[in-house]
Each structure stands twice: as structure tokens, then as C-alpha cells.
């Protein structure tokens, strides 16, 4: 299941984002989204955990609880919309 992190602390760490979630169970993939100029967090990120149950165990226990002093937000991620094309009329 992928899920969503949100309301990151800046100064977090994929470490610690990683030993925070492991304890519910294996972690397929994590991806902390950063500024591609300034490599500095931008609050949000991406956690894939293979086993749903485990998933659904870690979303429960994590949303809404305190990370270096802010309220973070952990949810299933939804699914990415395609994106729409537009093609140019040709008269």
C-alpha cells in the first residue's frame, strides 16, 4: 500500500521516517519529496509498505501523532489522475 506523509518537519530524516514505520512492519520504498535546488524537505513524502495490514496498522497508530513537535498526517495515498492533453485544433 502506498501511503501519503504529510506535515513533515523540514529537519526530518528518510532514517528516521524509517525506523518510525518499521515497527509495523517491512517498507518496500520511501521517498522524501525535497526541493531540487536547496535538497531541503518539502514536508511531505511517500512510504510503499507491501503488506496492507501492516499498512493500515501504521496509518492508524501514526496519523495525527506528534514528530519533533508538529501534528503530522499519514493516510492512504491516492492514486495518481492522468494528466489531460490538449491538442491543437488545426483550422
Wanted: no cysteine.
Amino acid at each position: 500500500m502506498n501511503i501519503y506523509l504529510g506535515q513533515l518537519p523540514q529537519s526530518v530524516t528518510e532514517e528516521e521516517l524509517m525506523v518510525m514505520f518499521s515497527e509495523f512492519g517491512e517498507i518496500a520504498s520511501l521517498n522524501l519529496v525535497k526541493d531540487r535546488f536547496s535538497g531541503q524537505s518539502k514536508g511531505f513524502g511517500f512510504l510503499d509498505m507491501p503488506n496492507n495490514s501492516e499498512a493500515d496498522k501504521a496509518i492508524k497508530a501514526l496519523n495525527k501523532s506528534t514528530l519533533k513537535g508538529s501534528e503530522i498526517k499519514v493516510n492512504q495515498a491516492e492514486q495518481r489522475r492522468p494528466k489531460k492533453t490538449f491538442r491543437k485544433k488545426s483550422y
